[in-house]
């Protein structure tokens, strides 16, 4: 007899159908897995034979066959048991062979027949979804981060004797039925807010700005001036995230298995911040079977980086790459996986190893040292931050300051303001902030008048820049124009872009 079970295999962002066919024929008694299997999957049989023997069933001594297709596609993970069970049980006619029909099974079998949570549910289920599914049989565990996608019947499992007595008729099977209410609308809340913070205006304008147009932001100076205070309260100037944002984010940590049954979706902007000692594979993914890095799991929020100089040249530079595309490509034997890298980089950085330069009253480094330090920074990297701002050490009376300083709801209003005016600046095109514009678009979208120009020329020539630099000096210019609310870009937006590069420029000279 014959069975045949759909179930799904995830790979990268990709949802993939398998066909999970059993084969039970006379022979020699046994289980015979084929398919391109990993150690994983084959392993399965184990787990499936002891599971059904404890539903106390008495099944014929018979040769069964499991193929899992399409046979050239490698298949890895624990995924496929519930699906293989299924098949098993249909093709000994102990389960209706229209148990498949636009159905979905999905989850891990434990030997005593119970149903584990598997990752990836999320991104299953969506992807479920778009192919036309009607139902999907998953691990109980994972029904909440699945109720998140509408437009497919959910069956939660606990234990395999519920799926087999569902079939026969012996229980109910019921569909998970939703809350009415949008469970996705949920607001963010924070622990930390830029009311908190004291003094250093300079760097409130640049994290502000750098949030208002998804610049990539460079704090540089000396070790307690406040860098990673402000960083870690970019989030919370952030567009607040909305219901499809909130999904696409939550599948990622869906594929890493970091969603639980109380928080099932992730609505607070990401913030992500490795140590300086993080290897390249850890920011950007990977792994014999590849899971998404850093870069992936700060999508839609800040991918913050501490003591950038310390870290390691293989890690800054992979970071080169999916700055410019927003996504990140890992290539095995197995095949390709891809995961959305679609982040804004907050770096932080002391301006040499005694952290005081250049205060030369107070820095111990000699001047090869500091060039040493500095050059850890790649230019091609450097290239792609837009915003550099130094960070002067905090006065005595800053510190003590007790008045009110403007919070993080106030900054963000102004924040959601200047992204509302890119959105419609870019409702045609493929970007939605100004810190996505290429070329073409920077010379389409950030004119300037002659007398703005003049000064743009004797800044460029003074300087040395490059024209790349020349481009950022526009985009920066044409994000700050948006949040004071101009039309088009002044000379005073000029100046306050071109004082973002001049930091720049003291640090790293052409």
Known sequence: MFGKINSMYLRGMEGIPIQVEADVNDGLPGYSFVGYLAAEVKESEDRVRTAIRNLRLSLPPKKVTINLSPADLRKEGTGFDLAIAAAILTAHGLLPAEVSDNALFIGELGLDGRVKSIPGVLAITACAEKMGYQRLFLPADNLEEAAAIRGIGLIGIHNLKELYDGFRGILPLREYRRESSDRIRIESSYDVDFSEVNGQAVLRRAAEIAASGQHNLLMIGPSGSGKTMIARRMPTILPVMGQEEQIEVSKIYSIRHLLTAKSPLIVNR?????????????????????????????????????????????????????????QVTIARVYGSYSYPANFQLVAAMNPCRCGHYPDLTRCTCTPAQIRKYLSKIS????????????????????????????????????????????????????????????????????????????????????????????????????????????????????????????????????
């Open 270 to 326: 990401p913030f992500r911040a490795p140590h300086h000692t993080v290897s390249a594979q850890a920011l950007t993914g990977g792994g014999s079977r590849p899971k998404p890095g850093e870069i992936s799991l700060a999508t839609g929020g800040i991918l913050f980086l501490d003591e950038l100089a310390e870290m390691g040249s293989a890690s800054l530079e992979a970071l080169r790459q999916p700055l410019e595309e927003r």
């Open 379 to 510: 230019r091609p990297l450097l290239d792609r931050i837009d915003i550099c701002v130094e960070a002067s050490p905090v006065t005595y009376d800053e510190i003590t300051l007790y008045s009110k300083n403007e919070d993080s709801a106030s900054i963000r209003q102004r924040v959601e303001a200047a992204r509302k005016i890119q959105g419609e600046r870019f409702r045609t095109e493929s970007i939605r902030c100004n810190g996505e514009m290429n070329g073409s678009m920077i010379r389409k979208y950030c004119y300037i008048n002659n007398e703005e120009s003049s000064f743009l020329k004797e800044v460029f020539q003074e300087l040395k820049l490059s024209a790349r630099i020349y481009d950022k000096i526009l985009k920066v210019a044409r994000t700050v124009a948006d949040s004071e609310g101009h039309d088009g870009i002044s000379h005073r937006d000029l100046c306050e872009a071109v004082s973002y590069i001049r930091v720049r420029q003291k640090y790293w000279s052409n």
